[in-house]
T-cell receptor
Framework: SQQGEEDPQALSIQEGENATMNCSYK?????LQWYRQNSGRGLVHLIL?????REKHSGRLRVTLDTSKKSSSLLITASRAADTASYFC?????????????FGKGTRLHILP | DTGVSQDPRHKITKRGQNVTFRCDPI?????LYWYRQTLGQGPEFLTY????????KSRLLSDRFSAERPKGSFSTLEIQRTEQGDSAMYLC????????????FGQGTRLTVV
């Protein structure tokens, strides 16, 4: 099962522009995480934001979380060619002792030279 | 520490054969996950372990799939009587304790059933 849903499914922007990806989810969460995946490779963790946090930064990444709207956004500033990848949001639900990590379908980001 | 290791990286098998994949998590990571990913999709949860205990198995998994983590260290995922629909990337991840922390992924095992 997949709880998160990213939007857009695909995004192409010029190098140097900012890229914004959104994630919506269904159930209450403990935390929300963003991962990156280069083609044919494993996933790499980017950032984790807890349910009591509203915004978090890491280098060129900015993540926001709105638990009232059950949504999150990932902003990549000053994009580079190396940012071309798929980006997934993942949620850890609050559901009894169920704390497995559930992924969305991803946003495929392509940075144009 | 070399990270999460999966073996083999690629597996081609004939329909009806059994296959087994191995995952070596980061040492001392208690939590271990298995996911399946098809082209253009996100990782789909299969099962997870806390030490040697299997906490949950996805209802999407048929009885042909089984996973073990006998000593709370490495894990194996076995698929019996493989079908073409089993063709996918199988990803393993580990984390230090619970889902409240980030997961570290291996490079995956790509299975092709012919």
């Amino acid at each position: 099962s997949q709880q998160g849903e990213e939007d857009p499914q695909a995004l192409s922007i010029q190098e140097g522009e900012n890229a914004t990806m959104n994630c919506s989810y269904k159930t209450s969460i403990n935390n929300l995480q963003w991962y990156r995946q280069n083609s044919g490779r494993g996933l790499v963790h980017l950032i984790l934001i807890r349910s009591n946090e509203r915004e978090k930064h890491s280098g060129r990444l900015r993540v926001t979380l709105d638990t009232s709207k059950k949504s999150s956004s990932l902003l990549i500033t000053a994009s580079r060619a190396a940012d071309t990848a798929s980006y997934f949001c993942a949620t850890v639900p609050i559901m009894n002792r169920d704390d497995k990590i559930i992924f969305g379908k991803g946003t495929r980001l392509h940075i144009l030279p | 520490d070399t990270g999460v290791s999966q073996d083999p990286r690629h597996k081609i098998t004939k329909r009806g054969q059994n296959v087994t994949f191995r995952c070596d998590p980061i040492s001392e990571h208690n939590r271990l996950y298995w996911y399946r990913q098809t082209l253009g999709q996100g990782p789909e949860f299969l099962t997870y372990f806390q030490n040697e205990a299997q906490l949950e198995k996805s209802r999407l998994l048929s009885d042909r799939f089984s996973a073990e983590r006998p000593k709370g260290s490495f894990s194996t995922l076995e698929i019996q009587r493989t079908e073409q629909g089993d063709s996918a990337m199988y990803l393993c991840a580990s984390s230090p304790w619970t889902g409240n922390t980030e997961a570290f992924f291996g490079q995956g095992t790509r299975l092709t059933v012919v």
